[in-house]
């Protein structure tokens, strides 16, 4: 076209079957209906063509579809982290680090 757009129309596949053009079928008929309407948006999002509007990594991670499938971190994790973090805010006080604060020393056998 003049505007320098391209039209694209549908052609067919190997099989010889015939294709209509890119956004002609909807969501629910692409996914045979097998997708909740959370997916569907999460997919519609993510695959949108204007790089503009598609989501980003970090927008797809808080997408409410993917937030309900992750699963949550059992409370027994969730404490023993917090212990690990103020363990190691307790040694670096005293001047030491996680492994410890003892000394290696490597000999060439003339000590």
Request: charged share 25%; net charge positive.
């Amino acid at each position: 076209m003049s505007d320098g757009t391209v039209a694209v129309s549908g052609g067919r596949s190997k099989r010889g079957k015939p294709r209509g053009p890119p956004g002609s079928r909807s969501w629910n008929t692409a996914l045979k209906n097998q997708g909740d309407d959370l997916f569907i948006d999460f997919l519609r999002r993510c695959l949108d063509w204007d790089p503009d509007t598609r989501l980003t990594p970090q927008q797809a991670l808080k997408h409410p579809w993917l937030r309900r499938r992750l699963p949550r971190p059992p409370e027994c994790c969730v404490n023993l982290i917090s212990m690990e973090s103020s363990t190691d805010t307790s040694l670096a006080a005293f001047g030491g680090d996680y492994l410890g604060s003892s000394e290696v020393r490597l000999s060439d056998g003339n000590d």
